[in-house]
């Protein structure tokens, strides 16, 4: 149980952003926000433990990106944690 606790109170949010050319015409500060996409997830989105955020140069780019992430997400899971305890 301790080690429940440990990893529930210790979470980690990771980020993906993929960037786009175009901004968004109704809100052109959500997908180009000043100083860029991938440091406004690394200011304000992610955190915790070995927390990081990637960025996906395009969609196109976007599906490797994310086998990519999740390896290493599960590969800085702690000894004897597992994805499906």
Known sequence: MDQFLRTFFEQTINGLVILSDEPMPTNPTHTHPPGG???YYE???MGGPGAFVMEA???E???QLIISKLIKEIAA???GLHWYD
């Open 77 to 79: 899971l702690p000894d």
């Open 61 to 63: 780019t976007f599906g």
């Open 43 to 45: 200011n304000n989105v």
């Open 37 to 39: 996409l991938k440091a």
């Open 57 to 59: 140069e395009s969609f």
